[in-house]
């Protein structure tokens, strides 16, 4: 994508579009909602090719006529894809004048189109007033009989599941447009925590099963692999983490996998097991 020659804010009008000069600018100056109706007042048929660089993505909207008919930010595509972009708070554009659309992936009218986004938006927005700053990582609680009192759907607990202490809130939200009300909720309900509670690993002890021992492999520098060794049936999980020196979330994660294809048993600590969830 080509820079602009001018940083700055730079007005194009109907006029200096028809004498051929090229619609390209940066977010930071002119919102794509901006951008979205000056193509559709102007009926321009092209791409809107975006990018920015944190997180680096490309993306782009198709438009025929001045309506949009297709947008794309992989993984998303149609209007998911279109209402994430509305997120973004800086990056470039350009426009590519009868560039083709790959496919006709939105039905919905332009304008709709853009007050929903704008609505959803507004949402977000709000939603981030009821969460910690957004580069505040979380933890999921671990917490049975909280989760089983809480009313969730299958979309709160795919993003509950997503916690494991990396991954910030900025990034989740910037990831899916979607997910402000779904981290609302488990923030509030503590479900979701800065705090980790990685307690119960020292109250865990687990060992080989048959299955499992015929798997090892001490050449092996899997983290999974490396668990399986060194839960020996004496250890805590604890204590096995310290051994593989690795972070509690990632011994977790290994625990579960290695657990749910049955390579490891329950020794003691039955009441901490079911906090591997």
């Known amino acids: 994508m080509t820079e602009s020659?001018?940083?700055?804010?730079?007005?194009?009008?109907?006029?200096?579009?028809?004498?051929?000069?090229?619609?390209?600018?940066?977010?930071?100056?002119?919102?794509?909602?901006?951008?979205?109706?000056?193509?559709?007042?102007?009926?321009?048929t092209g791409q809107l090719a975006l990018e920015r660089k944190e997180p680096q993505q490309s993306a782009g909207i198709s438009f025929v006529d001045g309506r949009i008919v297709h947008a794309f930010c992989p993984p998303l595509v149609g209007e998911r894809s279109f209402h994430h972009l509305l997120t973004w708070r800086s990056g470039r554009y350009i426009f590519l004048p009868n560039a083709p659309a790959r496919e006709r992936s939105i039905a919905a009218d332009t304008n709709a189109l853009l007050l929903d986004g704008l609505r959803r938006l507004d949402e977000l927005r709000r939603c981030q007033e009821r969460?910690?700053?957004?580069?505040?990582?979380?933890?999921?609680?671990?917490?049975?009989?909280?989760?089983?009192?809480?009313?969730?759907?299958?979309?709160?607990?795919?993003?509950?599941?997503?916690l494991d202490g990396r991954v910030t809130i900025g990034e989740l939200l910037d990831a899916d447009a979607e997910a402000g009300p779904l981290l609302v909720l488990l923030v509030e309900a503590g479900l979701a925590t800065p705090v980790p509670n990685h307690h119960f690993l020292a109250e865990l002890t687990l060992a080989q099963t048959v299955a499992g021992a015929a798997q090892i492999d001490c050449e092996s520098h899997d983290l999974a692999s490396r668990l399986l060794i060194a839960c020996d049936g004496h250890r805590s999980l604890a204590e096995a983490r310290t051994v593989i020196n690795c972070s509690p979330e990632e011994a977790i994660a290994a625990a579960e996998y290695l657990l749910a294809l049955r390579y490891l048993h329950l020794v003691k600590g039955s009441e901490a097991a079911a906090l591997l969830i």
């Open 131 to 162: 969460l910690p700053p957004r580069g505040t990582v979380l933890y999921r609680r671990r917490d049975i009989e909280l989760l089983h009192c809480v009313q969730i759907s299958i979309a709160h607990l795919r993003l509950w599941r997503q």
């Open 5 to 44: 020659p001018n940083p700055g804010t730079r007005r194009i009008t109907q006029s200096s579009v028809s004498k051929g000069l090229v619609i390209q600018g940066n977010l930071n100056d002119t919102s794509l909602p901006e951008t979205v109706q000056f193509l559709q007042s102007l009926r321009k």
